[in-house]
């Protein structure tokens, strides 16, 4: 071992050259597909560039304006808006309509047309308004002298103003209403609890100021939203994002559940291996001898949804669901690139095919929901969302899951 | 001959020809391979680096620039190689460079027993074995300056550490190396 010490560095330069090592059985036929997939992805992602550009600019300016600018809230919107005011209740509030009281559920939120000035509740979130309670004219009268309230003024610059006496805001509504025409002025009325025991010996609280004329639920609401969607098919990445537009409608069964069904039309795009595609209904039509090793798939799917919803935070005007539920798809248009091997040699093949109907259900849907009010009757909601396969889908059965973010807006109907 | 060959290979290549990237697979496997495995103790694991350092070859060949033909095949093959090393060491630093377990197997060190010089092969498998027993914060540093001619310069600049830091990796590398050794002296006298 003397050379060992004499030249170390010179016997493991030799050692790294000449030792000998089984490079084992070829794996070209695993780069062939990394190399296929990459090409195929940079393809893909160079299309779909200008689209997602496209698809990302056009939300987000929709919700910048209709977050930050309420000015550009359309007329039509912006007449039955009016000067309207928003008020602010809290559990076990009592709507005062002489000679008959109507009491709200919990955490509600109401919204009266004043522009019409006739006041009616327009929006309401929360259960349903009861009429089972009645409180004397006395002792209303009682408390009104009491009740203070406190007004605040949202002008159309979105500037706040309090007004502490009823007079002031009206003449302040007025003043506002010459000064700015056509801008939305809010009056938020912000009552002090005022306590008044009933002949049950409940604590209830009084609104004296608005009787109440007409009570309507908001139960319907409908809606239309704009996906960014990502699939993949078992152990592939999530590496081509597809698109989606479509619409929903919805029912508030109760203060925390709602039903809703959506129908969207969707491109999806995902790779699979060929030991995922079943040839049984196409396999008669590719050569004989022939093995799909990689196929890029790009569909058009119809997408029909059903789930369930469930309120599990509401705050002031947000609120967060979670849902679950079935979705079918209808594939109107499938085309599939696939790499195979034909005798011994490496070859690109594509396919197109027609509608393709799943069998039901197709994948369970999974997602959060984070909603929340603009204006009235209008909210914004923004779902992240996964769905597992149940069955395959397509023209070879392909157990596809996807993830992504859906971004909506709903209105509520009356 | 070769040369042209070579050329012609590479060109298949840049040209995105499966059929000539997967010649130049074949023909450069082993030697891939075995610049991966002094790096990465598993040899699964040096497979799949490699086959991942193929892929990042091919698709990169565009920035591939040769002056002659002659430079060709050099050029080549210290491209590859620097893949190689690059891949490797990447996946390294993944694992944080942590000490990995489990015995080196002798399985995939291969000598032919026919070959004349059956033991010089023996002991440069062996010492390659040693070098793969390093933590691989040494193996890396000792790997790209004794056997890949990297200068500490270029080691602080691939694995982003001081100079100093390569400095003191490769020479208690080499401290390590020389216990090793003095070790299997030890065993080879007893069992004499």
Redesign the interface.
């Known amino acids: 071992?003397q050379y060992?010490?004499n030249d170390?560095?010179g016997?493991?330069?030799?050692?790294?050259e000449?030792?000998?090592?089984?490079?084992?059985a070829?794996?070209?036929e695993?780069?062939?597909v990394?190399?296929s997939l990459?090409?195929a992805t940079k393809t893909a992602s160079n299309k779909s560039r200008s689209w997602l550009t496209m698809l990302g600019l056009g939300p987000a300016l929709f919700l910048t304006m209709g977050v930050c600018c309420p000015k550009f809230i359309s007329e039509v919107e912006r007449s039955n808006f009016g000067i309207g005011y928003q008020k602010i209740i809290d559990q076990q509030t009592v709507f005062h309509s002489l000679p008959e009281i109507v009491r709200t559920g919990n955490d509600d939120e109401l919204f009266y047309d004043f522009l019409k000035n006739k006041e009616e509740i327009i929006q309401k979130k929360g259960g349903p308004v009861t009429q089972n309670d009645s409180v004397s004219v006395e002792s209303a009268n009682q408390f009104r002298s009491k009740m203070q309230q406190r007004f605040i003024v949202y002008k159309g610059d979105m500037s706040a103003e309090e007004i502490q006496d009823e007079t002031d805001l009206q003449n302040s509504i007025n003043e506002h209403r010459k000064l700015l025409l056509h801008s939305r002025i809010v009056v938020n009325i912000e009552t002090p609890k005022a306590e008044i025991k009933e002949n049950t010996g409940r604590n209830i609280l009084l609104d004296l100021k608005h009787p109440l004329r007409r009570i309507t639920a908001d139960r319907f609401y409908f809606g239309m939203f704009a996906t960014l969607d990502g699939s993949k098919v078992k152990s592939m990445p999530f590496d081509k994002i597809g698109f989606g537009a479509g619409f929903m409608f919805g029912y508030n069964i109760t203060k925390k559940f709602s039903a809703e069904a959506s129908l969207a039309f969707q491109r999806k795009k995902y790779d699979s291996y060929g030991k995922d595609f079943s040839l049984n209904k196409v396999g008669s039509t590719m050569p004989s001898g022939m093995v799909i090793k990689s196929l890029q798939s790009n569909a058009s799917v119809t997408e029909v949804n059903l789930k369930a919803r469930y309120k599990i935070l509401q705050q002031k005007r947000s609120s967060v669901y979670i849902a679950a539920g079935l979705s079918e798809y209808i594939i109107t248009n499938e085309s599939n690139t696939y790499n195979v091997s034909l005798n011994g040699n490496?070859e690109t093949m594509r396919g197109k095919y027609e509608k393709n109907i799943s069998k039901l259900p197709a994948v369970a849907s999974f997602s959060a929901v984070y909603q929340h009010s603009l204006i009235k009757k209008i909210s914004i909601r923004i779902e992240p969302y996964l769905k597992v396969p149940i069955q395959g889908i397509g023209i070879g059965n392909v157990p596809v899951t996807s993830a992504g973010i859906q971004i909506g807006i709903t209105r509520s109907l009356h | 001959m070769l040369l042209d060959n070579t050329l012609t290979i590479v060109n298949g290549c840049k040209a995105?020809d499966?059929k000539y990237?997967?010649i130049f697979?074949?023909l450069y496997?082993?030697f891939a391979?075995?610049v991966v495995?002094?790096y990465i103790y598993n040899y699964e694991e040096a497979?799949e680096v490699s086959?991942?350092g193929?892929?990042k070859f091919?698709?990169s060949i565009d920035s591939f620039r040769y002056e002659t033909a002659v430079s060709v095949e050099n050029l080549v093959n210290s491209w590859l190689r620097r893949i190689m090393i690059n891949t490797s060491i990447d996946l390294l630093r993944k694992k944080m460079l942590l000490p990995e377990i489990g015995g080196i197997t002798d399985?995939?060190?291969?000598?032919?027993l026919d070959e004349e010089s059956a033991d010089?092969?023996a002991?440069?498998?062996d010492?390659?074995k040693l070098?793969k027993q390093l933590p691989p914060a040494y193996r890396i540093v000792?790997?790209m300056y004794?056997?890949d001619g990297y200068s500490h310069l270029q080691i602080s600049e691939s694995l982003n550490i001081p100079m100093s830091t390569s400095r003191s990796n490769l020479s208690r590398a080499?401290n390590l190396?020389?216990k090793y050794?003095n070790q299997?002296?030890a065993l080879v006298k007893c069992s004499m």
Not at chain 2, 107 to 112: E, G, Q, V
């Open positions: 071992m060992v010490e170390m560095d016997l493991f330069q030799r050692s790294a000449h030792y000998q090592l089984d490079a084992g070829s794996d070209w695993n780069i062939s990394k190399l990459h090409a490496s | 995105r499966p990237q997967q697979y074949e496997r082993a391979l075995k495995y002094r497979r086959n991942d193929f892929v091919f698709l399985s995939h060190l291969d000598i032919p010089q092969l002991v440069y498998n010492m390659i070098v000792f790997n004794v056997i080499r190396l020389m050794l299997t002296e």
